[in-house]
């Protein structure tokens, strides 16, 4: 059994020094893993957009691609459409053992992050504003933060906010997804924070695009990033 590394295509695409850090980790960490450069999508914008035979589409490619493999996804969400969409859009088909099999072997990124034997933490911090990934589990992203030292940090007025990003709010109600990924960078601002932690990066994406647009004095990150700081 090998290890895959899933580097999800917005990462690939606007973050490459984030793919660049993750297979940095996955060197130091992993005895051995393959990158599928035929890898493109898990297939989430068809999910979410409720194209179902597109999504299947993609489905049947990454089940011949992963075959027999654990997959360590490198997105929550990424991680949740193979563990959860895939047996469902899978169920009583074709291709149903398959799905279940990939299912059980993808690794999330909180648990490969988690799983790091850390020998040193973050110095000379930055003040960190962090906006957790609404759809994951928010107790592992805490011990993700714990594990590189960072102890305090801000986080939205709102508790499990989103950043505007989810379900294709910015394609259907673009004026809805730019006001909740705005209010999120005026939390963060008036937290007199320098920079936001994200963990996934289309969270990150929705707000670089803001940031961008309002020319907001503040920056972004992945916890990849500042984890593959930490260990160098």
């Keep these: 059994m090998s290890n895959s590394i899933q580097i999800p295509c917005v990462t690939k695409h606007f973050f490459p020094t984030t793919a660049e850090n993750i297979i940095a980790l996955a060197h130091k960490y992993l005895k051995e893993f393959k990158i599928h450069s035929n890898f493109t ?54 291709s149903h053992n398959e799905a279940q099999l990939i299912a059980k072997k993808t690794i999330s990124l909180l648990d490969f992050l988690n799983s790091i034997p850390l020998t040193q933490t973050l110095q ?33 007025n709102i508790q499990n906010t989103c950043c ?37 990066d289309i969270c990150r994406h929705q707000l670089n695009l803001s940031i961008q647009l309002n020319s907001k004095n503040i920056s972004t990150c992945h916890i990849i990033d500042l984890f593959h700081k930490a260990t160098t």
Excluded: R
Aim: overall charge negative; charged content about 20%; proline content about 4%.
């Design 124 to 156: 000379n911090q930055d003040k960190y504003f962090v906006a957790f990934d609404c759809s994951s589990n928010k107790q592992k992203q805490i011990s993700c933060l714990n594990k590189i030292g960072i102890v305090e940090w801000a986080s939205p």
């Design 41 to 94: 999508c898990c297939g989430l914008p068809f999910f979410e957009n409720g194209d179902l035979i597109s999504a299947k589409k993609t489905g049947e490619i990454n089940l011949k691609l992963f075959e027999n493999q654990d997959i360590h996804a490198l997105s929550e969400k990424c991680s949740q459409v193979f563990n959860t969409q895939y047996p469902q859009i899978f169920n009583n088909s074709f």
């Design 164 to 200: 505007g990003a989810g379900t294709c709010l910015p394609i259907y109600s673009p004026e809805l997804a730019k006001q909740m990924s705005n209010q999120l960078i005026e939390d963060a601002i008036n937290s007199e924070c320098s920079t936001i932690i994200c963990f996934d």
